[in-house]
């Protein structure tokens, strides 16, 4: 029977040990805080704010928000940010993307902090990732799929692990965050020949394509873990990932569900950075 891998659990387990950090934290007299950067008032950027806020306060985690106007300035901007990175109270930082055109994020992603870059914008914090340092911040969404597999007991030493999707935010982080846990890694892409054919070996496939329901019942075995990081519009008003959920469902060995998967962990991890980099700076 296919084990259902809910992220309820893993979200649950990461916060008892974040609220254990946040007392350690504040007994040393730090108070923990997380600054949150929007431009514009995206209805989803306005939800996953509130539900970052909300869960911070459930944590003890403190926030500062700085709504930005849409048509903001480069200049502007940057007068905000240099703010808050030099806020000596404020020791995480979420920038929400995309940012409109006028604001150049290739500039921008050089200007964050580094120290308080908890969605690992900075190419600084990528750079460790790459050269196998997992100490610092790490990219959310691929630190969750690592904390599913964490969770759920699977061993990766060894493992065939098929990452489909090689962009900088997903693919290629993940990639060498599997690498550090021994695994034997193969990136598929759009170019890649008989990509359903070398899924099918594979003990893991983490599915990172940004495709609705591209991944079917050809790309899987009865032995296969899927863990499906897509967030997708399935077209009738309901998300979706890049499994079709239905059609793998009942022919692997386990699967996460959209929603209620790796999607709902980020946030966590967001968490988890922000007590990371507040630990850092009190060293």
Not at 44 to 56: A, G, H, L, P
Request: glycine residues 8%; charged residues 20%; aromatic residues 4%.
């Amino acid at each position: 029977m296919t084990q259902i891998l809910n992220a309820k659990p893993v979200v649950q387990a990461m916060k008892e040990n974040l609220q254990q950090e946040v007392a350690a934290l504040k007994a040393e007299g730090i108070n923990p805080t997380l600054g949150i950067i929007r431009v514009g008032s995206r209805p989803d950027d306005v939800y996953y704010e509130n539900s970052i806020i909300k869960n911070c306060d459930n944590l003890g985690i403190a926030t500062k928000t700085y709504p930005l106007d849409l048509n903001i300035s480069m200049e502007e901007f940057t007068k905000v940010m240099t703010g808050v990175n030099n806020d000596s109270t404020v020791h995480g930082i979420m920038l929400f993307r995309p940012l409109p055109k006028q604001l150049d994020e290739e500039v921008i992603k050089h200007l964050i902090s580094a120290d308080k870059d908890i969605d690992c914008m900075n190419p600084l914090n990528l750079a460790k990732v790459f050269e196998g340092d997992m100490s610092g911040l790490l990219p959310c969404t691929p630190a969750a799929c690592m904390e599913t597999l964490s969770h759920y007991g699977y061993n990766l030493s060894g493992a065939n692990v098929v990452v489909m999707g090689r962009s900088l935010v997903v693919g290629k982080p993940l990639a060498m965050m599997l690498l550090k846990e021994n695994a034997t890694v193969t990136m598929c892409h759009s170019k890649t020949k008989d990509m359903a054919g070398i899924a099918k070996k594979a003990d893991i496939i983490i599915a990172a394509m940004g495709r609705a329901k591209m991944i079917d019942d050809k790309y899987v075995s009865e032995n296969t873990v899927v863990i499906d990081v897509g967030i997708n519009d399935a077209g009738d008003g309901k998300m979706c990932g890049d499994v079709d959920y239905d059609a793998v469902v009942n022919k692997v060995s386990a699967i996460t569900p959209v929603p209620g998967g790796v999607g709902s962990i980020t946030t966590a991890i967001l968490m988890k950075n922000c007590l990371r980099a507040a630990r850092k700076k009190h060293w």
